[in-house]
């Protein structure tokens, strides 16, 4: 388990990245480009110092070694006369020289004994070169070649490298391989120098003045393995193997004397002996052919007039200076300046390749690196330094002591050597011994150019150390770091715009020591000392340069006075020497040696000790009369400022030590995309991502940064220094000592803003300080103790997060980062492709993109073909990241383990035991299993258990405040929480879906593999969909169970909900419906079915019928008929809310049917309440709504066939359905056919009540038949006479009669009579009708328009009576009786004739109820072969009723005023009815 001090809170972490990122800004700004250093220090009148002869030397000798003897002795053997040449190759760690023919190489940095000579030529050698082979050409073990040229021949000899077995000395062994088909002829060309680039280009300057390439290949065909090639000479390019000798040439030559090649600008520069310099360009990338850009003579003459060597009063003029040495400038030094040229009087001209400079320059800044050479001019030139160094100059001053005035006061450099801002200068000037003059930057003048703009800060201020040496200085050449230190520095710094890492070609070796440049104080860290090797004619020696650090350590080993100290402390400023005192007490600076416990201890006291670093106080608390004037007086007009809080040096340092380790990583990308051809935009399909940082250099960041974290961490605990100090204040301090984050005093008080949050504070800050009295600090000592030891506090812990982000990536390196994220979706991929460390570190982001590559980083353990086991991988991650992987990933990761090996098991007792246990682990960490990828396995092994308690215990874990049902809170937060929420639940939706086979869902980086899944059948989807309903239910989150029961209605599996839903489905079906539950409610428990019907009729949208219609399924089963028939009917009435939303007139009358239904099964219950309810009435205003509604359909009908039938008709019709227009028979035309459909639209759209339905619809379209349906259905009874009633029927008879005459009229009677009666007469006028279409048949038989038989409308009127014989047979007597009624005799027997009909209707039927069949069967029976004795005697009564009803009409045909001829067949139909009812056998007759 992690130690509680090593917890991280990120909140801290976070502060504290604003810091270092500031800090991190700050340096990065305060790199003064050399060009603006030396603009500012022309203004200067000390533009160099001098080191305290107190202090340990900023320069000294660490080794000295005389030349090996056998070079001596080969040199005195040639009277020393021979042709002697010598030279450093830093990259093979020797040193070389050469006497005639002979070359000899021995190790520079040690001796061990070693001299190979090689001597394979017979001519002298006159120039040496060495260079990296091309690969491809040579053998693997020749890594090096090595040039040699003399008068005659041009030779490349392989050089082979090889190391000690321990690999402790990559250099231990150097062998010469000779190479003889790689030498060519010079052609007579005595060459003087030779220089190579990083690229493998060989360039041989001649004496004629000409530069050469040496090319080499494999060779092939008539082409040569090596040729020579002149790059200067025109023609001679060409056929530079035939050229005229040398010898034959005329005219002076010019020959070259130095070259060297600018491997960052590809940049060739070539000095003469007459101090021409010339420039080359050598490509953009330095493979393009040589191109000469420039050629200066009189450089030195452009600048005589400038500030050169300083001279007093009276001196003799000085002789003519001529140029010692050129050397290329890093663009980490400067952007603009390209070169720099010694002169032999210690001046150094500065040059430049581009037309015009300067950071405000159209080529200066960070572009200027890409520009091309086009020119060559002197930018400015540095004074030479001070004569006598040794013997104490002061800071710009000359030290004539030991010289008369006769005396030259000027340098005479014979040989000089610049490299990364440091000079090196051989000082042959007069005087008893030679010496050497070292001049490089000042570190303490850098210490005060953070951040600052001042010209007088960021002026170029140099130290110069003098050092006595025997003999003529040579060669000069840097000890370069071994390559294993190379490469980690390159790693670290190559990213970095304003290292100069720019050619990817160079050596590492090369590159690492441009970072000198930039100072000792921010890479005294990373870098070693650097060092230098000077070969000169008495022997070699090493020469280090101690960096500030090293000079510091020096002191404290020494137990220097404190004095010292404090000047040391004064001369780079608190904050870089509590800088450096925490490097050398954390052990993380760059050394050759251990740092001793007795020197870490004294640094660790002096980085806490407040005489050195001083102690929080107030901006500008150090003098309260700051608001004073100069007299005394307070000055009323000035605006006090209100005092910030400024803490000790010690925090600064502890900003400084941290913001430079972090400077390579901080807002630098993690990873890099190598290969591929994708944009910058988006990540390549084919690239290859890998970490930016070696694994060893991320080892050597992380050790250092973890050292820096373990000392701050050991003072906490220990409570010394700093964190002691505070715990001594008493409480105020106690929340910062155990880290837990919370604020430093009582959060009452008032606060102000810091970089690290919210700080408390005394007082008021609208007081003011206007009085004379002593201010009221804002801040007492201790809070602001507290403040900073809080604040350093946030930046160990930043430290530490650090460290456990570098262990991580580590980690991720070792197994491959493509591999890992392979998976990944393509936003993710891009997301971790752009990932900063800074993000990593800080942000909620990068929090999440490293557990979710720590998740990647487990499949590869717990996948099919994983490497371990979850502890194996685990153990390391929680010691190396605790803050990246938790215990609770831990869990998690041992439940994905159970998981996998669940999933291949075949024994389903384990397999379910496995996966128990893993639900067991992940219950424990609900808020941190990535749930989206597990439960989906739990799907697989078919445990639904934990596929819906896992999504739930996570949704509490996530919002555990509620703060998703808090109305009071922010929306914004309360919409975050639901969103969180709803992530939960819908994984458990999505089993529902899988089960019901809706969607397959595709993962995207799982961390656990899917396994096939079998194939259920639809029993066990079913079964499982159960347990998943009954697992939810059974859950306390209300909440949820809304959630669940929307999607089971989402998913059509209504079924379920209703068998398996909780208690409170009802609830929320009630308020997803916006169901009146108060009046539901009431309905309930009182028994009224009249109370909610009055509310029926609202609006309803088209997602709440689902519910209702659910609601009422539900009653249904739990046998609450009564409820169930009132949702119905709220649903039969709904008001449609928008378009496309109507339900039909079919739907409407199927919700009514139903709750008819349901309020008849409502009879069967034994519920007192639903007996009481429909004893009030709820069936009949069901059923009557019912009613209602079929005529609304009915209607509606009738107009669409009527619309219909008069679009059909070409003409026009002059009918309507029953038979007459609206407008009396006139033709209908497009408005009446429009009229028409809107009404029948507004049928279909709602329902109507039945006096709409009878005066908006049936009276205007005549639709009188369902007229009198409705007045028959409502028990019309409003005029005492039935006057309605009477006119509706005779208007209906009318259409009949229109339509289809006495037979359609008939049919229409015997309809629609059937509906009304019985009733209570009034609704069927029998004496009307019959009368009416006794007329009616009466004349149209006289018109002979139609026949119409005698039994046509006594049939009619029977059938409208339902076969009742005695109220027709009473309408005919009441005709008959009454002579006004039927004045005309024709009328009156056709009346008699229909009386007739009715009377044999009787008897036939009184005779067929006897016989058990209808009228019908009668007729037959008695027409058939059937005897009449079968048959029994009529009832007597009935019998004499028919008698006496046919006598008494014969006497009225007898009285027709008619012929007999006309009366006869009426009349001897009502005898031979008599006679048939009186005679034995009955309707033997008839």
Sequence with gaps: MVAWENEVVMRDVTNAGLVVSDRIGREIAGHVDLEEALEASRYSSHPYTSHPREWPPLVEVVDTWELPPVLIERYNSAGGEGTALCGIFPEIRRAWASVDNSLFLWRFDKCDGQCPEYSGEEQAICAVGLTKAKPGIFVEAIQYLLVLATPVELI?????????????????????QPLPEY????????????????????????????????????????QKRCRKVCLTAGLGSVISRWVVPNVFKFGAMDAIVEMVVDSERHVLYARTEEMKIQVFSLGPNGDGPLKKVAEERNLITQRESNYGGRQQAGAPRPTKSSIVCISPISTLESKWLHLVAVLSDGRRMYLSTAPSGGNNGAVGGLGTNNRRPSCLKVVTTRPSPPIGVSGGIAFG???????????????????????????????????????????????????????????????????????????????????????????IVQSLYSELEL???????????????????????????????????????????????????????????????????????????????????????ARVMNTETFISNVVADKAAEAFEDPRFVGIPQLEGSGALSNNRTAGGGFSMGRVVQEAEPVFSMAHE?????????????????????????????????DGVITCRLSVGAMRILEDKIRSLEKFLRSRKNLRRGLYGRVAGLGDITGSILIGTGSDLVSSDRSTVRNLFGSYPRNGDSSEGGSSNKRQRLPYSPAELAAMEVRAMECIRQLLLRCGEALFLLQLLSQHLVTRLIQSFDANTRQAVAQLTFHQLVCSEEGDRLGTRLISALMEYYTGPDGR??????????????????????????????????????????????????????????????????????????????????????KAEAADPAGDAFNEQIDAGTREHALSRRMQCYEIIINALRSLKGETLRKEFGSPIRPVSQSVLDQSSRKKHICQIIQLGVQSSYIFFHEYLYRALIDLGLDDELLEYGGPDLVQFLQDAGRDPTHEVRAVSSIGSPISPMSQSRVPVASYQIKYFELLARYYVLKRQ???????????????????????TIEQRRQYLSNAVLQARSATETGNVSMRGAIDNGLLDLLEGKLTVLQFQMKIKEELEAMASRSEASPMGSNSTPNGSSPDNGQSSDANFVHAVREKAKELSVDLKTITQLYNEYAVPFELWEICLEMLYFASYSGD???????????????QALSRGGIAEACAVLARVGSHVYPGDGAMLPLDTLCLHLEKAALERVVSGAEHVGDEDIPRALLASCKGAIEPVLNTYNQLVSNGAILPSPSLRLRILRSVLAVLREWAMSVFAQRMGTSTAGASLILGGPFSLGQTTVLNQGVRDKITSAANRYMTEVRRLPLTQSQTEAVYRGFRELEESLLSPFPFERL
């Design 1121 to 1143: 008929h009564i409820l169930a028939a009132q949702i119905l009917v709220r649903l039969a009435e709904r008001r449609s809310t928008e378009a496309g939303d109507t339900p």
């Design 156 to 176: 490349l000899v392989g050089v082979c490298c090889s190391g000690r077995s321990d690999e402790t000395d990559p250099y231990a062994e150097v062998s010469l």
């Design 653 to 685: 340092g502890l900003c400084l030590c941290s913001s430079r380790l972090l400077l390579p990583l901080w807002e630098l990308p993690v990873f890099i995309i190598k290969g591929g051809s994708g944009s910058s935009d988006a990540i390549s399909e």
């Design 1280 to 1294: 005492a006479d039935s006057s309605i009633v009477r006119e509706t029927w005779a208007r209906l008879i009318d």
């Design 183 to 222: 030498t060519i002829s010079s052609d007579g060309v005595t060459m003087t120098c030779i220089t190579c680039t990083d690229r493998g280009h060989i360039f041989l300057a001649g004496r004629d003045g000409h530069i050469y390439e040496l090319q080499y290949t494999t060779g092939s065909g008539w």
């Design 397 to 487: 001053a000359l030290s004539v002591v030991g010289r008369s005035q006769s005396d030259d006061l000027s340098l005479k450099i014979e040989s000089a050597y610049y490299s990364s801002g440091t000079a090196v200068l051989s000082d042959s000037s007069p005087s008893a011994v030679s010496s050497l003059l070292i001049v490089n930057r000042d570190p303490s003048t850098q210490s005060g150019s953070l951040g600052t703009g001042a010209r007088g800060s960021r002026a170029l201020r140099e130290s110069v150390s003098s050092l006595p040496v025997e003999g003529r200085m040579l060669f000069v050449a840097d000890v370069l770091p071994l390559p294993d230190a190379a490469t």
């Design 868 to 953: 371990g086991t979850v502890d194996d991988i685990s153990n390391r991650l929680r010691d190396g990241c605790p803050s990246y992987y938790k215990e609770s990933d831990y869990k998690f990761y041992v439940a994905v383990e159970y998981l996998e090996r669940a999933a291949v098991t075949s024994d389903s007792e384990e397999r379910e035991n496995l996966a128990r246990e893993a639900f067991n682990n992940l219950s424990k960490i609900p808020e941190s299993a990535d749930l989206q990828t597990v439960c989906k396995r739990f799907e697989d092994l078919r445990f639904y258990e934990a596929v819906v308690r896992l999504p739930l215990q």
């Design 499 to 585: 290292c100069g890492f720019h050619n990817s070609w160079e050596a590492c070796e090369k590159t690492s020591t441009k970072l000198w440049a930039r100072g000792d104080l921010s890479t005294q860290h990373i870098l070693p000392r650097r060092k230098i090797v000077i070969f000169s004619t008495m022997g070699m020696m090493e020469v280090v340069f101690n960096r500030p650090i090293d000079i510091l350590r020096r002191l404290l080993e020494s137990n220097s006075p404190r004095s010292l100290l404090e000047d040391f402390v004064n001369r780079f400023g608190g904050g870089e020497a509590a800088a450096m005192c925490l490097m050398l007490a």
